[in-house]
């Protein structure tokens, strides 16, 4: 550019950066129904002679210097918009380009009631080690519903070997017996099983130890039973509604402890710190709980016991003044589950159940053998329990209720027996520590974090919306109900650790109910041998 003035004309060079870079982004699809993936497809123009970087934030991350591509978001559960940025080298000039994919609540359409029940101490290899191999071959319809590897499983029981108390080799086998003496899931015991290295892996090997230095045995000093199985021939109902409807191989108990801990995960996702609470606190826990979110929007629930119980642990949570969190008595939410049988039988039962439902099945009772309703290894003969749990969910298929409903059935942690997966990394539900001193005032010698989920259990989801033959892999520990539950009511998370959960919708397909009929199920034998002194067989 040149300029004359008084001074005479001077003369000045400027360069203009004319450039042709350039981006698009677009997804498919851009609407969602419920939570789940998009495919995002990017394209980008360059000048000549520059190279180019490309990011997509949200969880995407970097793709490097290709101009053209798609990926696949992570899970969403909102609706999230993209932002792409380009950058060329080496002039630095950007550009961006933005999509937006909506995600839905078709959970809310369609499901008006989800009902969860917690039995007690079984690991996922304990009961769903051989699932892979009656899925591929189901026995009870003569179909395949997929591969054997399917489902991360016990295959072959040569693949894993530990050692038992007296050092001999112990693979998983399958237990003769329905009648076991118990073993110890408590968090001493829990975090010897595991067996965690100084290098963060673990070792998975110290089952029987625990066993047989926690709980010992008459007939199995060397704590073989820990690690041993069950399969189809002793639970087929249970086999055969894990492949009808969906499961996972990748669920988790929340904590490396016992039934109360993980039970106080199961309603507030957390435990406070508590560690040992066999003798509860004198007044009671005063942690959030899940039944307080739905009081406090207006969302019915109801907690069902079952004879021959007559208190429910939701009441070692401390409420002045509400006789729904009593300790001695029982407010107006909780009932017989003999009411709920009935009222899922009845033609108003869509309308007349709770939107949420948790069901605390019976403590052994009187017989021979004693029958364990909640399937505690150590309690009697378990067959029964998954006998009573068949008649709960057979009304509940049979209800008309059923089209608007999720049943969850899982277990409350895995009792102490072998698992093979490790526990997975998982944020704390708060800052409090573990407590170290248990109720009696004993100080426990093992310090650990409450950074992982515990180990795996089973897991069936039971609804019209799920995905038939459905096997999930992703980390879930079950706090996961909790976040399924503030999803569907739009409800905040209590701790770190539900918000930190899958919500669980990627086990359903919204679009349609593929089990609108419920298929056929087997009847469950309840006449397996009772004898524990033949669990070290």
């Given at each position: 550019?040149?300029?004359?003035?008084?001074?005479?004309?001077?003369?000045?060079?400027?360069?203009?950066?004319?450039?042709?870079?350039?981006?698009?982004?677009?997804?498919?699809?851009?609407?969602?129904?419920?939570?789940?993936?998009?495919?995002?497809?990017?394209?980008?123009?360059?000048?000549?002679?520059?190279?180019?970087?490309?990011?997509?934030?949200?969880?995407?991350?970097?793709?490097?210097?290709?101009?053209?591509?798609?990926?696949?978001?992570?899970?969403?559960?909102?609706?999230?918009?993209?932002?792409?940025?380009?950058?060329?080298?080496?002039?630095?000039?950007?550009?961006?380009?933005?999509?937006?994919?909506?995600?839905?609540?078709?959970?809310?359409?369609?499901?008006?009631?989800?009902?969860?029940?917690?039995?007690?101490?079984?690991?996922?290899?304990?009961?769903?080690?051989?699932?892979?191999?009656?899925?591929?071959?189901?026995?009870?319809?003569?179909?395949?519903?997929?591969?054997?590897?399917?489902?991360?499983?016990?295959?072959?029981?040569?693949?894993?070997?530990?050692?038992?108390?007296?050092?001999?080799?112990?693979?998983?086998?399958?237990?003769?017996?329905?009648?076991?003496?118990?073993?110890?899931?408590?968090?001493?015991?829990?975090?010897?099983?595991?067996?965690?290295?100084?290098?963060g892996s673990y070792k998975m090997d110290g089952f029987a130890n625990g066993t047989a230095s926690s709980m010992g045995a008459k007939y199995d000093p060397a704590?073989?039973?820990?690690?041993?199985?069950?399969?189809?021939?002793?639970?087929?109902?249970?086999?055969?509604?894990?492949?009808?409807?969906?499961?996972?191989?990748?669920?988790?108990?929340?904590?490396?402890?016992?039934?109360?801990?993980?039970?106080?995960?199961?309603?507030?996702?957390?435990?406070?710190?508590?560690?040992?609470?066999?003798?509860?606190?004198?007044?009671?826990?005063?942690?959030?709980?899940?039944f307080d979110s739905l009081s406090q929007n207006n969302i019915s629930w109801s907690y069902y016991t079952q004879p021959p119980k007559n208190n429910a642990f939701?009441?070692?949570?401390?409420?002045?003044?509400?006789?729904?969190?009593?300790?001695?008595?029982?407010?107006?939410?909780?009932?017989?589950?003999?009411?709920?049988?009935?009222?899922?039988?009845?033609?108003?039962?869509?309308?007349?159940?709770?939107?949420?439902?948790?069901?605390?099945?019976?403590?052994?009772?009187?017989?021979?053998?004693?029958?364990?309703?909640?399937?505690?290894?150590?309690?009697?003969?378990?067959?029964?329990?998954?006998?009573?749990?068949?008649?709960?969910?057979?009304?509940?298929?049979?209800?008309?209720?059923?089209?608007?409903?999720?049943?969850?059935?899982t277990y409350d942690e895995p009792g102490g027996l072998y698992d093979h997966v490790p526990p997975q990394p998982m944020p704390p539900p708060d800052n409090q520590?573990?407590?170290?001193?248990?109720?009696?005032?004993?100080?426990?010698?093992?310090?650990?974090?409450?950074?992982?989920?515990?180990?795996?259990?089973?897991?069936?989801?039971?609804?019209?919306?799920?995905?038939?033959?459905?096997?999930?892999?992703?980390?879930?520990?079950?706090?996961?109900?909790?976040?399924?539950?503030?999803?569907?009511?739009?409800?905040?998370?209590?701790?770190?650790?539900?918000?930190?959960?899958?919500?669980?919708?990627?086990?359903?397909?919204?679009?349609?109910?593929?089990?609108?009929?419920?298929?056929?199920?087997?009847?469950?034998?309840?006449?397996?041998?009772?004898?524990?002194?033949?669990?070290?067989?």
């Open positions: 550019a040149t300029a004359t003035g008084l001074g005479g004309t001077g003369t000045q060079t400027a360069t203009l950066n004319v450039s042709n870079l350039a981006a698009t982004l677009s997804a498919s699809p851009t609407s969602l129904p419920s939570s789940g993936t998009s495919t995002l497809s990017y394209n980008i123009t360059t000048d000549p002679g520059q190279t180019v970087a490309v990011s997509i934030d949200n969880g995407v991350g970097n793709l490097g210097g290709n101009a053209t591509g798609t990926v696949t978001t992570p899970t969403l559960n909102n609706t999230t918009t993209f932002t792409l940025t380009a950058t060329e080298s080496p002039s630095g000039i950007s550009t961006t380009a933005q999509v937006t994919v909506t995600v839905g609540n078709m959970l809310a359409s369609s499901v008006k009631h989800i009902i969860f029940l917690l039995q007690e101490n079984h690991s996922f290899d304990n009961y769903f080690g051989k699932l892979g191999i009656y899925r591929a071959n189901d026995p009870f319809t003569g179909q395949s519903y997929g591969q054997v590897s399917d489902v991360d499983g016990i295959p072959n029981d040569s693949a894993f070997t530990i050692k038992d108390h007296s050092g001999k080799p112990l693979n998983p086998h399958h237990l003769k017996t329905l009648c076991v003496d118990n073993t110890s899931p408590s968090w001493d015991e829990s975090h010897v099983d595991v067996d965690k290295q100084s290098n704590g073989r039973r820990s690690m041993g199985y069950y399969d189809w021939t002793d639970f087929p109902y249970y086999y055969e509604l894990a492949t009808q409807y969906a499961t996972s191989d990748r669920w988790f108990a929340p904590a490396l402890a016992n039934t109360p801990i993980n039970r106080m995960y199961s309603f507030a996702a957390t435990s406070y710190g508590t560690t040992y609470p066999e003798v509860p606190t004198p007044n009671g826990f005063a942690q959030p709980v899940i939701l009441g070692s949570y401390n409420r002045p003044n509400n006789p729904n969190f009593s300790k001695d008595g029982l407010g107006s939410h909780y009932q017989d589950i003999s009411n709920l049988l009935r009222d899922l039988a009845d033609p108003q039962a869509d309308s007349k159940l709770a939107s949420v439902i948790f069901i605390d099945t019976a403590q052994p009772i009187t017989g021979n053998p004693p029958p364990a309703l909640d399937e505690h290894p150590g309690d009697g003969q378990m067959q029964f329990g998954a006998a009573n749990t068949a008649n709960i969910i057979n009304t509940f298929l049979a209800s008309p209720a059923y089209a608007s409903s999720v049943f969850i059935l520590p573990p407590s170290l001193q248990s109720p009696d005032g004993k100080t426990q010698v093992i310090n650990a974090p409450f950074d992982t989920t515990g180990m795996r259990v089973p897991v069936i989801v039971i609804s019209p919306w799920v995905k038939p033959h459905y096997v999930s892999h992703v980390v879930r520990d079950y706090t996961a109900i909790l976040k399924l539950i503030e999803k569907r009511f739009n409800l905040s998370s209590l701790t770190a650790r539900d918000a930190a959960q899958d919500d669980m919708t990627e086990m359903f397909d919204f679009s349609h109910p593929s089990v609108l009929v419920p298929p056929k199920m087997p009847t469950q034998p309840t006449n397996g041998t009772c004898n524990a002194s033949i669990e070290a067989q």
